[in-house]
């Protein structure tokens, strides 16, 4: 139980366009996911906290204009990374808890590469 | 402010013993979680401690002491596998809605 994935798992976009990162719980409901980035050998930072059915909850330094998110339902958040710069190429990722459970649960992550 | 320290770097032998510490000074502080992540892959969950003592879980044990903001990794009959970096994360707010603080993370090498 309590799988998380993520699609897709890695991406290679130019400089200036916006890339999507999907977030799925597949056995489970999240109400609350969390998006990391981690930069090569660093440790997560937590970028912005999603609620489904309101907005996220960003971590001071986060642009949201630029990281959009999006929990459309109780098993999927979206993140995208809009106008995305050489940068921001670093390896994202996204976890759920269950109901009422403090253990957090890492989908797999996104490599993002940006040219 | 939230800070968490580990110690960057750890070698060990195989079949040996190693202790990770990790030390911490937060506000709404909830319990601590060990996590293990191996290069370019999502971490996994390994323990957490809310109430102060030792947990054994197998070969890996945690351990917390709330009135010292410290808390350690023992992992026991260290194999290769096991060669990865440890990341201790404090755990604020309410239950599934909480936020994890990351420490630096621990890479352990694990040499024959």
């Known amino acids: 139980g309590a799988v998380v994935s993520q699609h897709p798992s890695w991406v290679i976009c130019k400089s200036g366009t916006s890339v999507k990162i999907e977030c799925r719980s597949l056995d489970f409901q999240a109400t609350t996911m969390f998006w990391y980035r981690q930069f090569p050998k660093q440790s997560l930072m937590l970028m912005a906290t999603s609620n489904e059915g309101s907005k996220a909850t960003y971590e001071q330094g986060v642009e949201k204009d630029k990281f959009l998110i999006n929990h459309a339902s109780l098993t999927l958040s979206t993140l995208t990374v809009t106008s995305a710069h050489p940068e921001d190429s670093s390896f994202y990722i996204c976890s759920a808890s269950t109901t009422g459970g403090e253990t957090q649960y890492f989908g797999p992550g996104t490599r993002l590469l940006v040219l | 402010g939230q800070n968490i320290d580990q110690p960057t770097e750890m070698t060990a032998t195989e079949g040996a013993i190693v202790q990770i510490n990790c030390t911490y000074q937060?506000?709404?502080?909830?319990?601590l979680f060990w996590y293990q992540q191996h290069a370019g892959e999502a971490p996994t969950f390994l323990s957490y401690n809310v109430l102060d003592g030792l947990e054994e879980k197998g070969r890996f044990s945690s351990f917390l002491s709330r009135s010292k903001g410290y808390s350690y990794l023992l992992l026991k009959e260290l194999q290769m596998k096991d060669s990865a970096s440890y990341l201790c994360a404090g755990h604020h707010g309410s239950s599934n809605t909480g936020k994890l603080i990351f420490g630096q993370g621990t890479t352990l090498q694990v040499k024959p």
């Open positions: 937060t506000s709404g502080f909830n319990g």
